[in-house]
């Protein structure tokens, strides 16, 4: 193996490990949540979770290098990564609300009168 193999073999297992554990980190926030567990949603939160781990690595190894310190700034970023993403998806979205004048989604407050309203009429016509 020559000094080009060897560099691209450590490269590709850095980026790898960057992308497993901001999975893994994402995964680990998910558990710690009170939210519904099924496929589709580890699977979003191991792809966030991983990617933006991996984002952050290939912003940062030119400043810092390929060092564990990198690695673990890269676990916590997957590890808040579907929250920070969430956190842009409302701002994007009020932000498109407010320069184009039209309502994207309703208030979650108009959405959970509308089911409040639902649920009453449905227990008055059980009586």
Do not use: H, W
């Not at 691209?8 to 490990?17: D, H, I, V």
């Not at 984002?55 to 390929?66: H, P, S």
């Not at 990564?81 to 979205?93: E, P, R």
């Not at 009020?94 to 989604?105: D, I, S, T």
Request: charged content about 20%.
């Amino acid at each position: 193996m020559d000094q080009g193999d060897q560099k691209f073999t450590f490269y590709l297992a850095y980026y790898g490990s960057a992308l497993v554990l901001g999975a893994l980190a994402a995964l680990a926030s998910l558990m710690g949540s009170s939210k519904v567990i099924n496929a589709r949603v580890v699977i979003t939160y191991c792809l966030a979770g991983g990617l933006v781990s991996l984002g952050i690595v290939l912003l940062l190894i030119e400043r810092y290098g390929a060092s564990p310190f990198l690695i673990g700034v890269s676990i916590f970023a997957g590890y808040k990564a579907f929250d920070i993403a969430a956190l842009l998806g409302v701002a994007v979205t009020r932000l498109v609300e407010r320069v184009l004048g039209v309502q994207v989604l309703e208030s979650k407050k108009d959405n959970d009168s509308i089911l409040f309203q639902e649920d009453l009429r449905r227990r008055n016509d059980e009586r």
